[in-house]
């Protein structure tokens, strides 16, 4: 029996204006490519990069959120080695002094440590096409975050979980999107095996996985190929692998590099940068409430500990639910319930995000209360919940179509009585015991009101005039 140990390193596009060390505006996502590049991105002769502070704010936000200790200055590196995609043959990162060492990340009841984390600029990109190489250099220069864990994931599933809890962490904080698709969260993991108890095993490293998919995916494969070459009693070989998504298997890159191969060596046209005190003190207090601090919240206000979660590291769905709350028309769970139940149901049915509909938090809180006041039934409200979408108005459309609960019981026996006149052998079938039949009565004094009655009030009232107890 074989126990996975994994580490991650994930980078992180911070959503600054500028690139890290150059003026070129640095959203390239969709850009023709080399527009957006300048001398000091290219790596001309002669051109001198200046730090963004922005860029450092931001990584400096993620290093005290997750508790890491921050340096009284920054020192900046130059990593040396040749990419194609590289313009300069090295890449401006940090090395012994980061922007953050050490912290954690709650996951499962556990922490996962941080072993560091610093700043530090990106690559471009290579296009491999019908047997050729076209170089993209608008991500070149444009701001990174490198996170690197300590080995504590176990499992795929895990490594799943941990790189969703940083995407949500960093869209909390505003710093960035954090979108695979867009190439702006990007893992490499490293996994090796042993048995329990025992020492670490030989690691491997797989590059460049842009999706939670391939991630998990990649360790899965991983996992399975190095349980049989212990298993065959050979020794699991040390490299950098990359992951082939149609196959969803890895294959071998390069002999793995080490600190050495990199030949670092202080950054000459970049003097130490302070880190003050008292900015380091403005910045903690910018931070907002972080995701685990969030579902610890909603459980306290009643949400089931499963909804918590979810609507906490859901950064649209958190903001959204909390503008909701404030209004204190709605009960905390009746809203997490309508959130993660009926709207996600209709945001997935139409292919839509929630930001990307007309819904507001004060139509949705008015619906779940006029719901919860008994003022209209489920079926009333889950009707309208399309048109709240496009920004109606609940308690219009309420008053508009006369859609408000009948409670007059008089009024709803007069429609049972009805009901049963014109559907004789159902309601002979409950008299014999046959309550199934029950439901269709029921369906029929529900359409004839328009699904205004309460369900259980018309049960009552059926069992009622059938004379059964």
């Not at 009805?418 to 409950?430: F, G, R, T």
Request: hydrophobic residues 40%; contains cysteine; glycine residues 8%.
């Amino acid at each position: 029996m074989y126990e996975a140990v994994i580490g991650l390193e994930v980078h992180l596009h911070l959503k600054t204006r500028t690139k890290a060390f150059c003026g070129c505006e640095a959203e390239y996502f969709g850009q023709a490519p080399n527009t957006h590049t300048c001398p000091v991105c290219l790596g001309l002769p002669g051109s001198l990069p200046v730090p963004n502070r922005k860029a450092v704010e931001f990584g400096l936000k993620l290093a005290l959120a997750l508790g890491s200790r921050v340096p009284e200055r920054l020192l900046f590196h130059r990593k040396n080695y040749f990419y194609p995609d590289l313009p300069k043959n090295y890449q401006i990162s940090q090395y012994d002094l980061p922007l953050g060492q050490g912290g954690s990340l709650p996951l499962g009841g556990r922490a996962v440590r941080i072993k560091r984390l610093h700043l530090e600029e990106d690559a471009g990109k290579s296009l491999h096409l019908e047997g050729r190489t076209l170089l993209d250099l608008n991500r070149a220069g444009s701001p990174l975050i490198e996170l690197v864990t300590e080995p504590d994931l176990h499992t795929p599933e895990e490594a799943r979980l941990f790189l969703q809890r940083i995407q949500a962490l960093v869209q909390t904080l505003g710093i960035s999107e954090a979108s695979p698709e867009e190439g702006k969260l990007r893992a490499d993991v490293n996994v090796s095996l042993r048995r329990p108890g025992e020492g670490l095993g030989t690691k491997v490293e797989i590059k460049n996985l842009n999706s939670f998919k391939s991630v998990q995916r990649a360790l899965e494969y991983e996992i399975r190929r190095q349980t049989e070459i212990l298993r065959r009693g050979e020794r699991v070989k040390q490299a950098t692998l990359g992951f082939e998504e149609g196959s969803g298997k890895t294959y071998p890159m390069r002999t793995k590099e080490e600190e050495a191969d990199y030949r670092y060596f202080p950054e000459p046209d970049l003097p130490p940068v302070p880190l003050p005190r008292a900015w380091l003190q403005e910045i903690r207090a910018s931070l907002p409430e972080l995701p685990w601090e969030k579902e610890a919240r909603y459980q306290g206000l009643g949400i089931k500990p499963q909804d918590a979660e979810v609507l906490a590291y859901t950064p649209a769905l958190a903001r959204f639910l909390d503008q909701a709350l404030a209004l204190g028309e709605a009960s905390p769970q009746a809203l997490a319930n309508w959130l993660l139940a009926d709207v996600a149901g209709l945001l997935r049915e139409r292919g839509l995000a929630l930001e990307e509909t007309r819904l507001t938090p004060k139509a949705l809180a008015r619906l779940v209360a006029l719901f919860e006041r008994g003022e209209v039934t489920s079926r009333v409200a889950k009707t309208l919940l399309p048109e709240l979408l496009e920004g109606q108005d609940p308690e219009a459309l309420v008053r508009e179509r006369g859609l408000r609960v009948v409670a007059d019981e008089g009024a709803l026996r007069r429609v049972v009585a009805e009901v049963l006149a014109a559907m004789p052998e159902a309601a002979e079938s409950v008299r014999q015991g046959k309550l199934k039949a029950l439901e269709a009565l029921l369906g029929q004094v529900m359409r004839r009101t328009r699904g205004q009655a309460k369900p259980e009030v018309v049960r009552r009232l059926l069992l009622e005039a059938l004379g059964v107890g």
